[in-house]
T-cell receptor
Framework: GAGVSQSPSNKVTEKGKDVELRCDPISGHTALYWYRQSLGQGLEFLIYFQGNSAPDKSGLPSDRFSAERTGGSVSTLTIQRTQQEDSAVYLC????????????FGPGTRLTVT | DAKTTQPPSMDCAEGRAANLPCNHSTISGNEYVYWYRQIHSQGPQYIIHGLKNNETNEMASLIITEDRKSSTLILPHATLRDTAVYYCIFHAISNFGNEKLTFGTGTRLTIIP
């Protein structure tokens, strides 16, 4: 079946512009996570959704970052007034239910802020 | 999630067993050991997990020491497609459903033809 998909695959934007990144999780997966991976670094947790609610936003690095999830499915991560340090690969993962040990990751969106 | 220690890189000949070590001396009794891998330009992929006992699946085997302070991921017959960064993570299953994972920098495994 279809895996987690993310769009766009690559995004180049100018400093100060807003960007939206999209994640389509596997159908029926209730848990959704956003991570980011800077060059040469491990993955950094950003936010967790269970259904449409986000009980854990502790990883969002600043108030320029926000995310929403509608209909318990698609999620968008929005970065306002982008900065060069926001350049990274943004990864989305979903899992089937609460307390699931396996997360399925999408291919990521590579964001470059010039 | 507490800290793991992995060698930054390893090489393995194609067809041989690849043994990837991980130290997790501060692991708690309820924390599982997970392994994920990330092939270049792809998202991470779950491999295997375990608590106390050794585990095996179609991808790999996981050997956990009796004191649980270290583990080894074994790829029994490495192929070129196994070239990737391998992450060892430990994490307690949450009763609240938030299974956010803390990834370190992992081991870059290169399979040599």
């Amino acid at each position: 079946g279809a895996g987690v998909s993310q769009s766009p695959s690559n995004k180049v934007t100018e400093k100060g512009k807003d960007v939206e990144l999209r994640c389509d999780p596997i159908s029926g997966h209730t848990a959704l996570y956003w991570y980011r991976q800077s060059l040469g670094q491990g993955l950094e947790f950003l936010i967790y959704f269970q259904g449409n609610s986000a009980p854990d936003k502790s990883g969002l690095p600043s108030d320029r970052f926000s995310a929403e999830r509608t209909g318990g499915s698609v999620s968008t991560l929005t970065i306002q007034r982008t900065q060069q340090e926001d350049s990274a690969v943004y990864l989305c993962a979903s899992s089937q239910q609460k307390s699931s040990y396996e997360q399925y990751f999408g291919p990521g969106t590579r964001l470059t802020v010039t | 999630d507490a800290k793991t220690t992995q060698p930054p890189s390893m090489d393995c000949a194609e067809g041989r067993a690849a043994n990837l070590p991980c130290n997790h001396s501060t692991i708690s009794g309820n924390e599982y050991v997970y392994w994920y891998r990330q092939i270049h330009s792809q998202g991470p992929q779950y491999i295997i997990h375990g608590l106390k006992n050794n585990e095996t699946n179609e991808m790999a085997s996981l050997i956990i020491t009796e004191d649980r302070k270290s583990s080894t991921l074994i790829l029994p017959h490495a192929t070129l497609r196994d070239t990737a960064v391998y992450y060892c993570i430990f994490h307690a299953i949450s009763n609240f459903g938030n299974e956010k994972l803390t990834f370190g920098t992992g081991t870059r495994l290169t399979i040599i033809p």
